[in-house]
Every structure is written in C-alpha cells, then in structure tokens.
C-alpha cells in the first residue's frame, strides 16, 4: 500500500542548496527547468513505513516454524487452525496451545550504487526487535468433527527514527538532490480472532475457518526532496491514528494417501481496509505545516490472499518430512494502494500510478524435517529446514513512454525515485534455515522452541500445546 504524495516547498525551504553548486555543464539545467515549470515537479512517498514490513504467513507454534515453516501438509496439531484447519479433524481429543514469538528485523540503509553517490550525511542501519504472544487455539473433538477458536498475529510492525538528511549525486550528468525521511510508527498491526470447523470424510479431510481481522494504524512520516540542479522541491507530513475491521475466510483441504503420505491444500481471502491518513502536501496547501492544515485523505489497504500446497511423508514412527509451496499474493499491495496526485495540467510529466510499483509474485518454498527419540512416556524432538521466500518489499519500476517529449530529461526523474524507493536492491527471493528441538511428556504436554534466520530477519519461537 504505498501512496504517492506530490508537493512542492516554498523557496526558502531548508531543503534549498546553493543554485548549480554541484552541476554546472552547458544549458542543461535550464533545458529541464523550461520543460518542468508547469509540471507536477516530483512524486513522494511514506515508502520507508510500507515498504519494509513483513508479513508472517506461517503456520503458527514452534514446531511448525522449526520445520522449514512447512506444515500444511502435516497439520496435525491445533497451531493448524488458521492456516490449514482440515488437519484439525484427525484430533481425537482437545487440546490448548499457544505460541511466544521474538523477531529481530534489520533494515538496509540508503546506499550508493553505480549511478548515485553519496556526497553529503551518514545513512543509517537500524534495526527493531518484538515480541509478545502471537498465536493461541482451543479445539474440541466430537466425533468426526473438530471445532477450535484461535488467535493469531499476521503483521506487528513497530519503528522509528529521527529525520536523516542525506545528498547525492548521480553520475554521468552530475544532478545533485537532498533528501530527508524519518518516521515514527507506533504500531502498524494485523490480528484475526476466528473459529473452525473441520471434518473428516474417509481418508478426505475438510476445514473452514472465520475470522475478524482487526487492523491498527498509528504512525507519522515525514520526508523532503530538493534539487537546484533540476526543478525539485518536495515536502510531504502525513500522519494516521485507525483502527478497521474485517472478515477473513480460509478454506483448507487434506488427503490421506497412505499411512506414510498425505497432501494438502489451503487457502486464505483476506480483507482489503479502507482507512484514513491526515496528508500535509505542500504543492497543494500552502498553509503552514499544522495538523488542522492537513487533509483527510482515505487510503487502501489490501492484506495479500494466498495459496499453500504441502505434503508429509513419514517413511517410519521416527521420522516426518515435509514440503510446501506457499504463494502469496504480494502483489495485491501495490495493485490496491492509492495513488495521490495533482491536477492534470497540459504538458505534465512524472505522473505514476500502480503499474509503476510492484512486489514479487514468486512462490515460496519450504523444506523441513522432524526425528523422534521415545524414552518411555518421554518423547524428544530433533526438527531443522530450510527456505526461500519471496521478498514482498514494494519496488518502482516505472519507466517513462518511450515516446514522451523530452525523454532523456523525464528520465532523471523516474531514476531518482527508483534508487530511493528500492533501498533493498534487486533481490526476489530471501534464504533461510529454520533449527528447533521439542520435547512431549506423557503425549499431554508438548514444550518446543525454534530458531528461523533468513537474509534479513531472525526469530525465536516457543510454543507450548497441552492435550486433555
């Protein structure tokens, strides 16, 4: 869900740098500033807010999480009850479980690459760390049915941090331009309450869940962008304080091939949220910077659907491996976000819309496995995986007409704004291995933890599940 924000300052912004300080070749600047001077003269976003949150669309409770994050095809246990809730209708007896999750995420800092470089402030790696109880479930069994209400946590994103005011160059034309961004975000949260009901069928198990998922917004963005090099001077303030609600829907199916082998499928539809931001663009007020000044502006956001397949093979009583393909639909973020723009005005350029954004559409793929050691009526659990995930983060890919006036001038400008917003480089997918031990006492009382590290997050994952 990103929105683009265009506004302009005034000349005496403390963005302003002294006129040509750094580009002073031939008549370029003044070719560009008669193209630009009745167009909309930038585009900017609160990207570092929405660009950088992780969805966890992984099934719930440590021994899951220890096994590659794979277990849709398994599901044998109540932490299915949101992501596969067909594998609840093999429990014959009810059972209570929950989960602790702690989760380290770094955040890469705005570098320079081949074609910008920094001549001016320090960018900065920062990091967050959150933790708190993220899932919990109670199912009862009657019979060939199952019924289980559930807790469970999609998205806690919490972060902050002080304006960074930083200047680079891009090389071979020499444009210079300054930018600042900070942010204060007290919560961006995705939680669903639901119930399930599953059956089972012969060897053809079924499961639906309905839930409520409750979205929580509480954050500020500030950001700013000039040039004197060419005509940029940028000034957005935006803050929202929302909580909305919706309905979620995930269907689920499991096939008992054999005693050793079973495959699965599931399905999740998950609410598109309308809510409010209070907007402070300078290009279109050009009252002072004050919260009565902003505009209420209603913005989308879409919680991507998804599509797992898994499989679980137990070749004996020690051992279980299992595979998933999870799809997520990321892309559903940037076909929904809102767009915020300008008039149109004859001549206008650098206008983007949705089809310049994008999130990675690629399945996700998981691998895991679990060894049992029985010692009487104790039974101790080894668990390891692996994985690669899709890297969600919202990137600009646009690119100017082909046959627009003025093309190799429009083209800073979409050049600048794909190396802001696509700090964390090309990369689609991101790697990851997964390690976890458990231990189950008198097949009652079942402790786990795991540890998953990947590419840019580590987590540490402990679940308790009690059987009555």
Known sequence: MMRVMPSLSPPDSPMARPVGRVWRRGLWPAMIVAVLVSAPLWAQTDETIFREFRFDFSTPGARANAMGRAFVGLSDEATAAYNNPAGLAVLSAPEFSFEFRQTDNEYSPLTGNESFELIAGFPETDSSRLSGLTFASVSVSRGRYNLNAFYTNQLNYRRSRSDITTEWIKSGDGVSFSYINGFDVGVIRLDTYGLSLSNRIGRLSWGASLGVSELDLRYSYRTSLASNDILIQDQVRSTSDHQTTKLTF????????????????????????????????????????????????????????????????????????????????????????????????????GQFDTADFKNSNEPSLHLGAEFLWPRGRHIFAVRSGLFRESDHNTRFVGEPAPDAENLEELQIFYDIQKFIYNVSGDNDSLLGYTFGLGYVFNNKVQIDTAYVASEDFDALVSSVLYRF
């Open 250 to 349: 995930v269907f689920g199916l499991m096939y008992q091939v054999s005693d050793q082998l079973s495959l699965a499928f599931s399905a999740k539809r998950l609410p598109k949220f309308t809510f409010t931001e209070q907007v402070y663009n300078r290009q279109q007020n050009a009252l002072p910077d004050l919260p009565e000044n902003r505009t209420p502006t209603s913005v989308n956001f879409k919680a991507p659907d998804s599509y797992q397949f898994g499989a679980a093979w137990r070749p004996n009583d020690f051992w279980t491996i299992v595979g998933e393909i999870n799809w997520v639909q990321y892309q559903q973020l940037s076909d929904n976000m809102t767009v915020l723009s300008t008039p149109e005005v004859e001549g206008m350029l």
